[in-house]
Antibody, heavy 120, light 113 residues
């Protein structure tokens, strides 16, 4: 069974940083792209970032709203995908979900999400 | 970027009745080389992540009941729930994965009348 567990969320002040983790199990992590989405409270879904598998050059892509501030990475030896959130803004507050697969495909497997609150 | 617009925002339906949700994309999501519409539908219950219901506009994900049906092509799509069950109360989203960035509709809240 595919399982994705996000962690690392919490309350942070504007301008500070946070690192989210997505720990995967139930599949060969290194064979798959990974993607992060977010959902602000009571709002819709927004794609944030994706990282390809190393077999497909490990390329990364980002939403315009986070490019230059967020960094997606992966540690295939630990089956973990990371999302480093820097220079956080109040509008970054959301539940962050990780999914298996790239942004150009429908997302079957989702984690339960981790809540990021940005407030002074 | 492709903008996805759903209607209505809220939909009250009686149990056992049909529910129909619409989704319109700002540009076609039909890929001519394979004749596939890069359109998915999700259901999201409170406090849970989205669950994939349909992809390629009309293909049900494994385990999804056959009361969920998708149709449409190009820019206009429909999700139909043939006979509403209590467990279908949720927010429904359409998503285009035709071009990056993928994008979602704003959601339709389905509730019991």
């Amino acid at each position: 069974e595919v399982l994705l567990v996000e962690s690392g969320g919490g309350l942070v002040q504007p301008g500070r940083s946070l690192r989210l983790s997505c720990t995967a199990s139930g599949f060969t992590f290194g064979d798959f792209a990974m993607t992060w989405f977010r959902q602000a409270p009571g709002k819709g879904l927004e794609w944030v970032a994706s990282i390809r598998s190393k077999g497909y050059d490990g390329a990364t892509e980002y939403a315009a709203s986070v490019k230059g501030r967020f960094t997606i990475s992966r540690d295939d030896s630990k089956s973990i995908a990371y999302l480093q959130l820097n220079s956080l803004k109040t509008e970054d507050a959301a539940v962050y979900y990780c999914t298996r697969g790239r942004s150009g495909s429908p997302s079957v497997h989702w984690g339960q999400g981790t809540l990021v609150t940005v407030s002074s | 970027d492709i903008v996805m617009t759903q209607s209505p925002d809220s939909l009250p339906v009686s149990l056992g009745e049909r529910a129909t949700i619409y989704c319109k994309s700002s540009q076609s999501v039909l890929y001519s080389s394979n004749n596939k519409n890069y359109l998915a539908w999700y259901r999201q219950k409170p406090g849970q992540p989205p669950k994939l219901l349909l992809y390629w506009a009309s293909t049900r994900e494994s385990g999804v009941p056959d009361r969920f049906n998708g149709s449409g092509s190009g820019t206009d799509f429909t999700l139909t729930i043939s006979s509403l069950q209590a467990e279908d109360v949720a927010v429904y989203f359409c998503q285009q994965y035709y071009s990056s960035p993928c994008s979602f509709g704003q959601g339709t809240k389905l509730e019991i009348k």
